[in-house]
């Protein structure tokens, strides 16, 4: 069965700071890819998603990913983050990307911006 | 409709109640499924419908729990006899048949309190 884990339960970061979350999965088969984010009280939102193709995908908010078929890793980055960034962030793998589009998500990250 | 919408926002209950949750997807997108998301979880898979097809009712944790979605549109997830292990936020989410490219438009969710 597919998983997802993100290595890291909260990410403390200064503003402008850069900022890389982590994310690895467990599949045998290709995968499709996400990064959703919620804001407090709110529903998930797609932040970006990899399919195929450039292995590198741009997302909203300044926002990226690298996906690393060879280490199962699809990490977000984005190089200068902002107090309004302060979110929950999740990874999430189709299972599989052929039929369902079900999702299994990992548990999340929280990505705190300090003034 | 616009988004994914989802009724009642906030719903507390005594134990061994019976609760009803609802969610209006949005219009055009057959498939719908619903997310448990409990404090310092991740999201959990419960239910997932695609048009007239039989709904895959694999993640449901116990026969306490239902779902049904009537016409095809709205979806009625259900919890009989309710337990304070069932205080969660109850996510759900629709998307095209493609869903596994395109990712899911989620509601705000629900916030069920057990008391």
């Known amino acids: 069965a597919q998983s997802v884990t993100q290595l890291d339960s909260q990410v403390p970061v200064f503003e402008e700071a850069p900022v890389e979350l982590r994310c690895n999965y467990s599949s045998s088969v290709s995968v499709y890819l996400f990064w959703y984010v919620q804001y407090p009280n709110q529903g998930l939102q797609l932040l970006l998603k990899y399919l195929s193709g450039s292995t590198l995908v741009k997302g909203i908010n300044g926002f990226e990913a690298e996906f690393n078929k060879s280490q199962t890793s699809f990490h977000l980055r984005k190089p200068s983050v902002h107090i309004s960034d302060t979110a929950e962030y999740f990874c999430a793998v189709s299972d599989p990307p052929s039929n369902t589009g079900k999702l299994i998500f990992g548990q999340g990250t929280t990505l705190q911006v300090k003034p | 409709g616009a988004g994914v919408s989802q009724s009642p926002s906030n719903k507390v209950t005594e134990k061994g109640k019976d609760v009803e949750l609802r969610c209006d997807p949005i219009?055009?997108?057959?498939?719908l499924y619903w997310y448990r998301q409990s404090l310092g979880q991740g999201l959990e898979f419960l239910i997932y419908?695609?048009?007239?097809?039989?709904?895959?009712k694999s993640g449901l944790p116990s026969d306490r729990f239902s779902a049904e979605r009537t016409g095809g549109s709205v979806s009625t997830l259900t919890i009989q006899r309710t337990q304070q292990e069932d205080s969660a936020v109850y996510l759900c989410a629709s998307s095209l048949p493609t869903g596994g490219q395109g990712g899911y438009t989620f509601g705000s969710g629900t916030r069920l309190t057990v008391v």
């Open positions: 219009s055009g997108h057959t498939a």
């Open positions: 419908f695609q048009g007239n097809s039989a709904p895959d």
